[in-house]
């Protein structure tokens, strides 16, 4: 289960590419029900899945899996430690500037 899927901010993006839930469920591979459920929180999208979603909204795949609430499990394999540092760090200013865009639009 994810932590959080941001759908408001998936929704937004989908309508600037004129696009709808039914597309993202197709190019997905999956029915209107499974997106629903990712929607919803009730499951988790797979690897693949957030990178057909990545592609359909044209951004950048750390950005979709933070939106999905959903983060990376492990480094990738033969990454040293300061790669791993990085990776976190890189992780962690995405999300405050996330955080930073959530509380301007609550306090609006």
Do not use: Y
């Not at 839930?21 to 197709?26: E, N, P, Q």
């Not at 999956?30 to 797979?46: G, K, N, Q």
């Amino acid at each position: 289960m994810s932590l959080f899927f941001d759908a408001g901010w998936f929704d937004t993006k989908l309508a600037e590419r004129g696009l709808d839930r039914t597309s993202l469920a197709v190019a997905g591979g999956i029915d209107r029900v499974e997106l629903h459920r990712i929607f919803t929180d009730e499951r988790a999208a797979t690897a693949e899945e957030l990178r057909t979603f990545a592609t359909c909204l044209g951004v950048d795949l750390l950005e979709i899996t933070l939106r999905a609430g959903v983060a990376p499990r492990e480094a990738p394999p033969n990454a040293d430690t300061a790669d791993r540092i990085e990776s976190i760090e890189e992780r962690l200013n995405a999300i405050d500037a996330w955080l930073a865009e959530f509380e301007k639009k609550k306090s609006a």
